[in-house]
């Protein structure tokens, strides 16, 4: 075994809307937009990373779209409906309902449809207007007045409106074809059989935990990407190396710390992705400044780069490797709650720890 090292250490080895108007499915987007708002419905999309929400300044748009409270919840709800729970409609919170539309496949994973409507009990005792008016800095009984002559649905109109907005398929905004991307991976698991599997789970807590931590839709693909593609620089380490049971060599220690930058030649060779380079390159990077490659510190490491070392460092955690046990989702938490502020940003190491109690399948 590797006692010198802890569990960490020894793997070291706003708003999510986004708009592109000269796209032909953005126009198709707004016409959807527009013939559900005609039935009291707020359109969005979920894809990965980011939920488009149309954007048309009026009011009840406004109040939904604007509400940081609302678009986490509509974000948990998608969540669910990616892991596989059942789509069926969801109340959100008093008086608001996420209904589920259509998906369509992608690439990177599968967008769906949502609707979000208020009902008409929002405006009542047991609705929560004023509490979401807090939370867009809106006058509250002007909201509530100017609500009263909107056509909003009663609770009894869920099932058909639900049933309406199942047959809508969401637009084709945003293409992504990833090849490249997707025969590198291909190759990386195929030459090391050990990390099988941990690219997409990794891919998927950065982009998580990027959205918990309140960055960009941009910033949240990027963290995908770079989850997919953090160990491909593994590529010019030998198996044995990464499959070795007992304790590295001084010079296998040093082949392993390679990958990074590795990582970096191959992915800025592929064009178009520059965007994942720097958390590529800075992945395991520490907040006290022992990492590798540069040894940077504290928030002179890039952000995405701060985020990709919790989920990688958790992932690998989780997962047998040749010279340990996978540790428990306790342990693991553990490990990354007494890493803070040495091995881990802080203040997202917390974030990671509160996400992940709250869904613990995360952990998975």
């Known amino acids: 075994m590797r006692p010198v090292q802890t569990p960490a250490d020894s793997h070291a080895g706003d708003r999510t809307t986004e708009r592109h108007d000269d796209a032909p499915g953005t126009r198709r987007f ?21 939920i488009h929400w149309s954007m048309h300044g009026d009011l009840l748009t406004t109040l939904v779209a604007d509400s940081a409270w609302i678009r986490r919840q509509v974000g948990d709800v998608v969540a669910g409906w990616h892991g596989g729970q059942t789509r069926r409609p969801h109340e959100i919170i008093a008086g608001c309902w996420a209904l589920p539309g259509g998906a369509a496949r992608r690439s990177d994973g599968r967008s769906h449809g949502v609707a979000v409507a208020l009902t008409r009990q929002i405006t009542g005792p047991q609705g929560s207007l ?5 939370g867009v800095h809106m006058d509250h009984q002007l909201t509530c007045d100017l609500l009263l002559q909107e056509a909003l649905p009663a609770v009894h109109e869920i099932p058909r409106l639900a049933a309406m907005v199942r047959l809508i398929r969401p637009a084709p905004l945003r293409q992504i074809t990833m090849p490249g991307v997707e025969a590198l991976l291909r190759a990386v698991e195929a030459t090391h059989q050990c990390v099988r599997g941990h690219s997409e789970r990794t891919s998927e807590l950065a982009a998580r935990l990027a959205m918990a931590s309140g960055m960009t839709a941009s910033e949240t693909r990027s963290a995908r990407v770079a989850g997919l593609l953090h160990d491909v620089g ?9 499959r070795k049971p007992g304790e590295l060599s001084p010079e296998e220690r040093a082949m392993v710390n390679l990958h990074p930058e590795i990582g970096q030649r191959i992915v800025q060779g592929l064009g178009g992705l520059d965007h994942a380079v720097p958390s590529i390159l800075w992945h395991h990077e520490r907040w006290d400044g022992q990492g590798y490659p540069h040894r940077l510190s504290g928030e002179r490491i890039p952000r995405l780069a701060r985020v990709m070392a ?24 553990r490990e990354i709650r007494e890493g803070a502020g040495r091995q881990f940003d802080p203040t997202l190491a917390q974030t990671f720890i509160r996400m992940v109690d709250r869904e613990p399948g995360l952990a998975a």
Not at 130 to 134: H, K, N
Not at 234 to 242: A, C, F
Not at 311 to 321: E, H, I, L
């Open 30 to 50: 707004d016409r959807l937009s527009t013939r559900l708002r005609r039935a009291g419905l707020i359109w969005a999309q979920a894809e990965p990373g980011f």
């Open 310 to 333: 919790i989920v990688d460092s958790f992932d690998a955690m989780r997962q047998d490797r040749p010279y340990r046990r996978a540790l428990s989702a306790e342990r693991s938490l």
């Open 234 to 242: 593994k590529l010019g380490v030998p198996e044995g190396v990464l």
């Open 130 to 134: 004023r509490a979401l008016c807090q």
